[in-house]
Nanobody
Framework: QVQLVESGGGLVQPGGSLILSCVTS????????IGWFRQAPGKEREAISC????????LYADSVKGRFTIARDNAANTGFLLMNNLKPEDTGIYYC???????????????????WGQGTQVTVSS
C-alpha cells in the first residue's frame, strides 16, 4: 500500500522553528520529486517547495524563500521541510505529495501530484 505520512507539526511561537517529515512506503521514493504544500484557514492550497530526485533542484515560493529548506533522505524513504523564523501567516495544514503515475526527475505542476499525505497542522501564534 502507498502511504505518505507527515509529522512534526504543532504549536510554535513566532520566530520559532519546526522540522516536518514525510515518511513514505509502498513505493521507491528515489524515483520521484517531492512537493510540499500548505493550506491556510480560508485560503486555497498553495505550493511552497519541491525537490528533485537528486536534490540538486530545490524550488521555493516567494513567501517562504530564505526561511524554509527542503531536503530528502532516499535511503530512509523520507522527505523533510525545515522551517525557520516562522510567522503567523505560516499557519496551516502542511502536505507532502509525489506523482506516482510517472517517475519525476524534476519538480512537477501541482495538478500532477496524485499521492498525498493527510497533512500535519502547523500553528504559529504567541
Amino acid at each position: 500500500q502507498v502511504q505518505l505520512v507527515e509529522s512534526g507539526g504543532g504549536l510554535v511561537q513566532p520566530g520559532g522553528s519546526l522540522i516536518l517529515s514525510c515518511v513514505t512506503s509502498g513505493f521507491t521514493l528515489d524515483y520521484y520529486a517531492i512537493g510540499w504544500f500548505r493550506q491556510a484557514p480560508g485560503k486555497e492550497r498553495e505550493a511552497i517547495s519541491c525537490i528533485g530526485r537528486s536534490g540538486s533542484q530545490r524550488l521555493y515560493a516567494d513567501s517562504v524563500k530564505g526561511r524554509f529548506t527542503i531536503a530528502r533522505d532516499n535511503a530512509a524513504n523520507t522527505g523533510f521541510l525545515l522551517m525557520n523564523n516562522l510567522k503567523p501567516e505560516d499557519t496551516g495544514i502542511y502536505y507532502c505529495a509525489v506523482q506516482l503515475r510517472q517517475a519525476s526527475t524534476l519538480c512537477v505542476r501541482e495538478s500532477k501530484y496524485d499521492a498525498w499525505g493527510q497533512g500535519t497542522q502547523v500553528t504559529v501564534s504567541s
